[in-house]
């Protein structure tokens, strides 16, 4: 598992002691250089989006003290319906003036950049991870005081913003506004600079608020697994086949249905009590790629799917892989969930990846388990390491095969989001 996009988010702090000892369990704030995210988005590529991109409601929404703005407030109407292509700049700015804050979910799926940046961290947090933008300019919160339900990474791209940080305690039935009163102070009381990053663990209260100036944020939003997503697994694959899980629940048997149904949930909590005592299963649970958290997870026949790379032209060709052995061409993974493998018979490995199976020759295994951990990698140096370990005739025929079947993609090397020569990476 590559950490460098972590790092680079979190310098000049350490990734391997924040998820090790900070991730999930307390909030941190990383004060950094002004331009550090400079590069990564700004002001211009905002104004390229709203001029360009078919940004239609709720995708982006401007919202003031918790209430969203009626769209016929910023967008020209069409034929008695707002059009999502018709932002008008009078109301826009209108509104923006008057305190409402600009928001665009989704923003990795519209700005390469970024896009790179959430499939690299999906494979690290090993969970979906989404990017929405936030751009204020006076003094309302867009929200007030909530919590979220999952972790957030705050990326202050431009200007300052105020934010109040509160502790989680733990008792959910209870609002964020009501677990934040004047008895509990914020943990954490302070202002977002240009270049800063603020991790918040899920469920724990916060506001930002504007400072009266021009203010653009990016929120890295974690969607992790909870207890949910664990049972939800579970009685789809170890249970589905279950007698007592298949079973209908005896509700109409008149006098004895007390005695029939306690019966009943005996068998099922013995049923899930073995399936839950199998010492393997978290680490089944979180290789099981086929599975996504949050409620927008994009599902195809049961599977959770993210936007995957394309690699065109190569990939379209007989040979993608012709003419790109000895430079710096990088190879990625086209999806961040990587590919399902299993070995079959001690020769053959499979490989499941976009409803196909694929096999390959045992031998191939040490470079196959190598992608799933060492991508992106430059065409050169996936040939120096791994060409000794197979022969490069096999290692060529296996990335053609890949990379003609969409499972890697090759795309041209780009630099850092980070200025190089003061975040370089430790290797």
Same mark, same amino acid.
Request: proline share 6%.
């Given at each position: ?129 989404? /990017? ?49 009163? /004047? ?186 388990? =190598? ?12 040939? /120096? ?5 197979? =022969? ?36």
């Amino acid at each position: 598992m590559s950490l460098s996009s972590l790092q680079c988010i979190l310098q000049p702090a350490d990734a391997d002691h924040f998820l090790s000892n900070v991730y999930q369990h307390e909030m941190l704030h990383v004060p950094s250089d002004s331009e550090k995210f400079a590069a990564l988005f700004s002001w211009q590529e905002l104004n390229r989006m709203l001029r360009n991109q078919d940004l239609r409601y709720p995708r982006m929404r401007l919202q003031i003290a918790n209430k969203a703005v009626a769209r016929d407030q910023y967008l020209n109407e069409e034929f008695g319906q707002p059009s999502p292509l018709a932002l008008s700049v009078s109301k826009l700015n209108h509104q923006l003036r008057e305190g409402a804050t600009l928001i665009i979910n989704a923003v990795d799926l519209l700005h390469e950049p970024l896009a790179i940046l959430v499939d690299e961290l999906s494979r690290v947090f090993r969970t979906r991870v989404a /990017a929405n933008l936030y751009a204020g300019w006076r003094t309302s919160p867009a929200s007030g005081i909530h919590r979220d339900d999952h972790g957030v990474i705050i990326l202050q791209i431009d200007g300052k913003k105020h934010w109040r940080v509160y502790r989680n305690t733990e008792d959910l039935t209870v609002s964020a506004q009501d677990r934040t009163t /004047a008895n509990q102070p914020p943990l954490w009381d302070g202002f977002l600079n240009a270049g800063d990053i603020l991790y918040i663990p899920r469920e724990w209260p916060h506001v930002a608020i504007p400072c009266d100036e021009p203010t653009l944020h990016l929120t890295l939003s974690l969607f992790e697994y909870n207890a949910f997503n664990l049972l939800d697994w579970l009685a789809t694959t170890r249970l589905k086949s279950s007698p007592a899980m298949r079973r209908c629940i005896p509700y109409l048997r008149g006098t004895i249905a007390s005695q029939e149904g306690a019966a009943y949930l005996a068998e099922l909590q013995t049923e899930i009590t073995k399936a839950l005592a199998e010492p393997s299963l978290l680490e089944s649970f979180l290789e099981d790629n086929t599975w996504l958290v949050g409620d927008k997870a994009r599902r195809f026949s049961g599977k959770a799917s993210t936007k995957p790379l394309y690699g065109l032209p190569w990939s379209a060709m007989c040979h993608p892989l012709a003419g790109f052995k000895d430079n710096d061409t990088m190879l990625h993974m086209a999806s961040p969930l990587g590919f399902e493998m299993a070995t079959r018979d001690d020769r053959w490995i499979d490989i499941s990846f976009d409803e196909q199976t694929f096999s390959f020759d045992w031998a191939l295994l040490p470079v196959l388990a =190598g992608f799933q951990t060492s991508l992106p990698i430059s065409v050169a140096d996936c040939f /120096a390491r791994w060409e000794p370990v197979v =022969g490069r005739e096999s290692l060529d025929a296996l990335l053609n095969q890949l990379l003609a079947n969409g499972i890697l993609v090759l795309r041209p090397k780009q630099k850092s989001f980070l200025r190089e020569e003061a975040y370089s990476i430790r290797s």
